[in-house]
Antibody, heavy 127, light 109 residues
């Protein structure tokens, strides 16, 4: 059974860098799939932060791209999120998730979905 | 980036059928996936690839798609179905980018 577990500081000061790790168990990151981060501010909806493939290819939400880095440590079977210059607006529950899917081709529809999620970790930005 | 639009709130009487919709340009090329989120919990995938249910998801949940609109239908809604529901798809403007709808709060009366 594939499981994801987020970890990291629950409190980060404004202007500092938020760092989280997602440990993957029951599946090797190098075997496939994309791996990503999603966040949810208090009382609001889900926001995709970015994803990576085990080869190191990364994809970021344009609204966060200048501040985000997602990286993988295949030796530990985990991937990480760094978000720099945080403000109170970055206060949220942060989830890691596994993403599956296929690309659209010709008249054949594609699909993306996130089938395994971590429980989430709350990060508060405050001095 | 593209957007997915959902109604903020929908209600349904216990045992009745409810449809939750999601609109967006990306849905012309990519099927939506649907997630259920209960308070204090992580989202759970309930429908993917148009109308596929992961193991453990009741068959009262179904999905459909037409043009730029995807729908999640709950046939015979139960009290435990009260939750927030989010649609999700690929961003039509960028490969491997993902977009979520704003979410629909489902109330079971």
């Amino acid at each position: 059974q594939v499981q994801l577990q987020e970890s990291g500081p629950g409190l980060v000061k404004p202007s500092e860098t938020l760092s989280l790790t997602c440990a993957v168990s029951g599946y090797s990151i190098t075997s496939g799939y994309y791996w990503g981060w999603i966040r949810q501010p208090p009382g609001k909806g889900l926001e995709w932060i970015g994803s990576l493939y085990h080869s190191g290819s990364t994809y970021y939400n344009p609204s966060l791209k200048s501040r985000v880095t997602i990286s993988v440590d295949t030796s530990k079977n985990q991937f990480s999120l760094r978000l720099s210059s945080v403000t109170a607006a970055d206060t949220a529950v942060y989830y890691c998730a596994r993403r599956a899917g296929i690309a659209a081709a010709g008249s054949t529809m594609g699909y993306y979905y996130m089938d395994v999620w971590g429980k989430g970790t709350t990060v508060t930005v405050s001095s | 980036s593209s957007e997915l639009t959902q109604d903020p709130a929908v209600s349904v009487a216990l045992g009745q059928t409810v449809r939750i919709t999601c609109q967006g340009d990306s849905l012309r090329s990519y099927y939506a996936s649907w997630y259920q989120q209960k308070p204090g919990q992580a989202p759970v995938l309930v429908i993917y690839a148009k109308n596929n249910r992961p193991s453990g998801i009741p068959d009262r949940f179904s999905g459909s798609s037409s043009g730029n609109t995807a729908s999640l239908t709950i046939t015979g809604a139960q009290a435990e179905d009260e939750a927030d529901y989010y649609c999700n798809s690929r961003d039509s403007s960028a490969n491997h980018h993902v977009v979520f709808g704003g979410g629909t709060k489902l109330t079971v009366l």
